[in-house]
């Protein structure tokens, strides 16, 4: 029996891994507000900005990991806000940093120690993981946050049998993507034009990173670019 857990599968790259997994036989937990409307989908309504709801979804969890040979815990999950370093209110921040960054580490402390060997804890980050751009303070901050967690995870895991790395999308065709550039078709085409092939990435592209990096344990510790080749600013 294999799993895949991944928060926020309900749209976007975690519905397309969701997917992805599903074609391989797993059987795979969406952890989010909305359910993924993939056939097949175990969905545990679960809020990640709230503690109470993580404890009971875990509980869920661990019953479905007893017995299991593999693991994909994906923390795919992610709010993003328009704010910049003078105009971000640090309860917003707080709220940032509840899905982005306390979220995960409540599900690793739950979850870590019941996964078997050959499983895999996956970061879904973001270009901003190691570089930054105006107007996305907090999102960025919590995405060199997801980083280093997933580098302390490695350290921390090793031995173990389990591995991490960091999946860094570039621009991809996400309904959260499209919300932060708004509706003008001009700004999504300057958007495209910052990779070498001249488009958005499509969730799937990624997806298929994800389900990659879960096989392949030489890669522990990695950061993946997946951005189609984006020109230096």
């Given at each position: 029996m294999k799993i895949a857990i991944i928060s926020g599968a309900s749209v976007g790259i975690g519905r397309a891994a969701a997917e992805a997994f599903l074609a391989e036989d797993f059987a795979v937990?969406?952890?989010?507000?909305?359910p993924c409307p993939a056939p097949g989908v175990h969905n545990i309504s679960c809020d990640l900005s709230a503690p109470e709801a993580i404890n009971q979804a875990c509980k869920t969890?661990?019953?479905?990991?007893?017995?299991?040979?593999?693991?994909a815990l994906v923390h795919n999950a992610s709010q993003m806000l328009?704010?910049?370093?003078?105009?971000?209110?640090?309860d917003s921040l707080r709220h940032v940093l509840e899905t982005n960054v306390v979220a995960?580490?409540?599900?690793?402390?739950?979850l870590l120690h019941l996964l078997p060997?050959?499983?895999?804890?996956?970061?879904?980050?973001?270009?901003?993981?190691?570089?930054a751009v105006s107007n996305s303070f907090s999102y960025v901050l919590s995405k060199h946050a997801q980083l280093g967690m997933m580098r302390?995870?490695?350290?921390?895991?090793?031995?173990?049998?389990?591995?991490t790395a960091l999946v860094c999308p570039g621009?991809?065709?996400t309904e959260m993507l499209r919300t932060h550039l708004g509706k003008d078709p001009g700004v999504e085409q300057v958007?495209?034009?910052?990779?070498?092939?001249?488009?958005?990435?499509?969730?799937?592209?990624?997806?298929?990173?994800?389900?990659?990096?879960?096989?392949?344990?030489?890669?522990?510790?990695?950061?993946?670019?997946?951005n189609l080749g984006q020109k230096e600013s």
């Open positions: 937990y969406n952890l989010s507000r909305r969890l661990a019953s479905a990991i007893f017995g299991c040979e593999s693991v328009k704010d910049s370093a003078t105009d971000c209110d640090s995960i580490n409540s599900l690793n402390q739950h060997r050959s499983s895999s804890v996956l970061y879904v980050g973001s270009t901003l993981s190691e570089k302390a995870t490695c350290q921390d895991l090793m031995g173990s049998g389990i591995h621009f991809t065709d958007i495209a034009g910052m990779n070498s092939y001249n488009r958005l990435i499509a969730p799937a592209e990624i997806a298929e990173l994800i389900r990659w990096a879960h096989h392949n344990p030489v890669i522990n510790g990695s950061v993946l670019h997946a």
